[in-house]
């Protein structure tokens, strides 16, 4: 029953069979079935004896549905199954004993899923919906987290500074250049472009959480994730306008922790209201990538974001990228902005509209439309360090800085006063 899935042979089989003690469960399974395009007829009576009988004699099904009530000792009798029935099948078992360590068994046992009776038409569905994914193709949660999970959240001090662009393509690096299982998890539930930027449907994985946190969990994680790539999976949403979104955030941070267990990269698009709403988003991220521009209103902002996270995500490594930087058409030269933030900018993006432009058409992460763009090397040494830091974070066990928000703030208003009114361009 558990052994490796052959594919080959499964085409040969019945999708499904279903083997059941009542009437009453006939009567759930039967419609469920049918909407699967699978035959009412294939429900069958005479539990798990009858189960025994026939596919000693038969083909094995795909998915096979057991019940167990009638049977004295599931377990011995499960066994019996598993000699007649064909490496592959997914056998989804009912029963009307509850008892975790019987669930246990069966699980060890090559079980797929046991359904405490009486059930209801969505476990059930749940229950075929999670057969057929083993079916179709390698888990998420199979192939996943081999290597301990990196989490990076960016977070842009200004609106339009690039941090969904830098998201998607660190993203899309991490599992391509950096070979780890990568899930890019867009926060920004009404405006997110985290899909978009993948050529991708959102759809309603984020919605769902949000509205059902309790639900989430791994198998959830492995169904709702939008797969981009062998590497990549994404968790967008498009929420309607009209639409409040409800939350006091915890689905936020359990998805981050169930997409911890399953992936080994994480990258949060992290809209700056969402951590100003939400603080406990940032702490346990391993490394916070802040996204500016060489602006007076993001030099401002860079300094009150970095401050924030040195109080709120003490654990965090934090990585300064500037975007779209023009050298000579700056509001804020480089080296203004460092002396007002206190600390060097790590990673300058030059400013590329055509290549932007170029991802945008081709429904491609920046980093993949750009190889040969001026944008490709930094975009590959923010991954580089990304993961550098990340180690270093964890290394160091998190320990707070400290620092002064008055202080800097301080060299801001400094900034702004020996601004000649006149002149904005200076060199970056
Ligand atoms: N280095 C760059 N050069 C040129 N254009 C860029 C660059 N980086 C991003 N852009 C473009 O800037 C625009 C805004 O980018 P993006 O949506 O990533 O910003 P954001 O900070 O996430 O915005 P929001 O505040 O709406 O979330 C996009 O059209 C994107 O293609
Ligand atoms: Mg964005």
Not at 247 to 270: K, N, P, Y
Request: charged content about 20%; hydrophobic content about 45%.
């Amino acid at each position: 029953m558990n052994a490796p899935f052959n594919a080959r042979a499964a085409s040969l089989r019945d999708p499904f069979t279903a083997f059941v003690c009542d009437d009453a469960t006939a009567d759930l399974l039967r419609p469920v079935a049918v909407e699967h395009g699978w035959s009412p007829e294939k429900v069958n009576k005479g539990g798990l004896r009858n189960a025994v009988q026939t596919l000693s004699v038969s083909a094995s099904p795909s998915i096979l549905f057991v019940d167990l009530s009638e049977s004295g000792d599931p377990l011995s009798d499960i066994n019996a199954l598993a000699e007649v029935c064909e490496p592959g099948t997914v056998v989804i078992a009912a029963g009307q004993v509850n008892d975790v360590r019987l669930y246990r068994d069966l699980v060890a046992s090559g079980i797929q899923d046991y359904l405490l009776k009486p059930f209801t038409a969505d476990q059930l569905r749940d229950a075929f919906a999670n057969a057929q994914m083993i079916i179709s193709g390698p888990r998420v949660t199979e192939t996943a987290a081999e290597r301990p999970n990196v989490t990076a959240a960016v977070i842009g001090v200004r609106g339009g500074v690039g941090a969904s662009t830098i998201a998607s393509s660190l993203a899309w690096l991490m599992g391509d250049k950096a070979g780890r299982s990568t899930a890019l998890l867009d926060l920004d539930v009404h405006f997110g472009t985290g899909a978009l930027a993948l050529d991708l449907e959102p759809g309603r994985g984020l919605t769902d959480a949000i509205e059902n946190p309790s639900r989430i969990d791994g198998l959830f994680i492995e169904r709702a994730m939008v797969r981009a790539n062998d590497r990549l999976s994404v968790l967008s949403a498009e929420a309607p306008l009209n639409q409040w979104i409800l939350t006091d955030g915890s689905a936020f941070f359990q998805l981050q922790e169930e997409i911890r267990h399953a992936f080994e990269g994480t990258v949060i698009d992290m809209p700056r209201n969402m951590v100003v709403q939400f603080p406990h988003l940032v702490t346990d991220v391993n490394v916070v990538i802040v996204v500016v521009d060489f602006t007076l209103a993001a030099t401002r902002d860079a300094i009150r974001v970095l401050s924030w996270l040195k109080a709120n995500a003490g654990q965090a490594k934090v990585i300064v990228a500037a975007n779209k930087v023009v050298p000579g058409i700056q509001e804020v030269s480089r080296k203004d902005f460092e002396h007002s933030i206190e600390r060097k900018v790590d990673i300058l993006l030059p400013s590329d509209s055509k290549a932007a432009m170029q991802a945008a058409k081709l429904g491609q992460p920046l980093a993949k439309a750009a190889k040969t763009s001026k944008l490709s090397q930094p975009l590959n040494q923010l991954l580089a360090l990304a993961l550098e830091q990340a180690a270093a974070a964890e290394e160091a066990g998190g320990k707070p800085a400290g620092g002064s928000l008055l202080g800097k703030l301080g060299n801001f208003k400094s900034l702004v006063a020996k601004k000649p009114k006149a002149t904005v361009a200076q060199t970056a």
